[in-house]
Nanobody
Framework: QVQLVESGGGLVQPGGSLRLSCAASGTIFSLSAMAWHCQGPGKQRELVARITSGGSTNYADSVKGRFTISRDNAKNTAYLQMNSLKPEDTAVYYC??????????????WGQGTQVTVSS
C-alpha cells in the first residue's frame, strides 16, 4: 500500500514560483514512476510531468521549460518546481505513483491534491 501526501500549493502572482512536494509512504517508492497531474475548473485531469524510477522525465508541452519534476528516493519524496507561473496553470495538482506489480503491470495511487492559484 502506498499513501501520498502533497504540499506546497497556494496563491501566487503570475510569473511567480511554487514547489510542490509529494511525500510517499511504503517501501517501493524508489521502484515507482511518479507523476504530477492537474485538473483545472471544468477540465479533465491531465498529465503535467512524469519521472521514472530511473530518472527519465517527460512533460506536457504547456509546461516545458517552466516546470521541473524531480525525486529524492532517500526521502521518499517527489517534487514539482513550477516557475514562470501563468493564470492558466491554476488547478488542483495531484501526485500519482505507479507502483510495479511485476509482469509489466502496475498499480496507481493518488494523493488528495493541492490547490495552485495563479492570480494578481
Amino acid at each position: 500500500q502506498v499513501q501520498l501526501v502533497e504540499s506546497g500549493g497556494g496563491l501566487v502572482q503570475p510569473g511567480g514560483s511554487l514547489r510542490l512536494s509529494c511525500a510517499a509512504s511504503g517501501t517501493i517508492f524508489s521502484l515507482s514512476a511518479m507523476a504530477w497531474h492537474c485538473q483545472g475548473p471544468g477540465k479533465q485531469r491531465e498529465l503535467v510531468a512524469r519521472i521514472t524510477s530511473g530518472g527519465s522525465t517527460n512533460y506536457a508541452d504547456s509546461v516545458k521549460g517552466r516546470f521541473t519534476i524531480s525525486r529524492d528516493n532517500a526521502k521518499n519524496t517527489a517534487y514539482l518546481q513550477m516557475n514562470s507561473l501563468k493564470p492558466e496553470d491554476t488547478a488542483v495538482y495531484y501526485c500519482n505513483a505507479a507502483a510495479p506489480l511485476g509482469f509489466g503491470r502496475s498499480r496507481d495511487y493518488w494523493g488528495q491534491g493541492t490547490q495552485v492559484t495563479v492570480s494578481s
